[in-house]
Antibody, heavy 125, light 111 residues
Framework: EVHLVESGGGLVQPGGSLRLSCVASGFTLSSYWMNWVRQAPGKGLEWVANIQQDGSEKYYVDSVKGRFTISRDNTQNSLYLQMNSLRAEDTAVYYC??????????????????WGKGTTVTVSS | QSVLTQPPSVSAAPGQRVTISCSGSSSNIGNNYVSWYQQFPGTAPKLLIYDNNKRPSGIPDRFSGSKSGTSATLGITGLQTGDEANYYCGTWDSSLSAGGVFGGGTQLTVL
């Protein structure tokens, strides 16, 4: 069975750092792009970042550029999110999600078909 | 402020049909495929519709999706109380700040 399990969340002070991990099982991580998506308390989903299969291509939402770094270790079946200079507005449940993408009829398809249960990050003094 | 626009809430009676709209632009919905996700409180999102109108294995055909221009619609027929959840549309935005985008979410209430 396909699973994603996040860990590494916790309470951190503003300006601090945290590293989230996501371990994949039941599928070959190296075959998929992977994403981080977050959800602030009582709010909707916000896409954070994604990374290509070999780690060579990455995208970030503007609000985390320069502060967060997505990475992966396919040999360890793991995805990571290094979060620096954390702010109160980064408080959220962070989900890792498997991505499927490609082109059909010159249009791009992109969706997340497997999600972890999430890990909670709280930024507060 | 989400890139994709959804109504905050919709409601309908059991057995009825409801639709949830998702409006975007040429850089996202207009030129890319749309997906929909269902989320119950305290749980992770679940893929409901992909490629505008395809259902993953295990999703009943009461759920359907469509797209026209820069808007997409999720339809749910034969509403059940168990359908009460938040629904999100999503796609890729191909603008200068390329990345995934979601709608703000729609809370479905089955009266």
């Amino acid at each position: 069975e396909v699973h994603l399990v996040e860990s590494g969340g916790g309470l951190v002070q503003p300006g601090g750092s945290l590293r989230l991990s996501c371990v994949a099982s039941g599928f070959t991580l190296s075959s998929y792009w992977m994403n981080w998506v977050r959800q602030a308390p009582g709010k909707g989903l916000e896409w954070v970042a994604n990374i290509q299969q070999d780690g060579s291509e990455k995208y970030y939402v503007d609000s985390v550029k320069g502060r967060f770094t997505i990475s992966r270790d396919n040999t360890q079946n793991s995805l990571y999110l290094q979060m620096n200079s954390l702010r109160a507005e980064d408080t959220a449940v962070y989900y890792c999600a498997r991505e499927t993408n490609g082109y059909k009829s010159s249009r791009y398809y992109y969706y997340m078909d497997v999600w972890g249960k999430g890990t909670t990050v709280t930024v507060s003094s | 402020q989400s890139v994709l626009t959804q109504p905050p809430s919709v409601s309908a009676a059991p057995g009825q049909r409801v639709t949830i709209s998702c409006s975007g632009s040429s850089s996202n919905i207009g030129n890319n495929y749309v997906s929909w996700y269902q989320q119950f409180p305290g749980t992770a999102p679940k893929l409901l519709i992909y490629d505008n109108n395809k259902r993953p294995s295990g999703i009943p055909d009461r759920f359907s999706g469509s797209k026209s221009g820069t808007s997409a619609t999720l339809g749910i027929t034969g509403l059940q109380t168990g359908d009460e959840a938040n629904y999100y549309c999503g796609t890729w935005d191909s603008s200068l700040s390329a990345g995934g985008v979601f709608g703000g979410g729609t809370q479905l209430t089955v009266l």
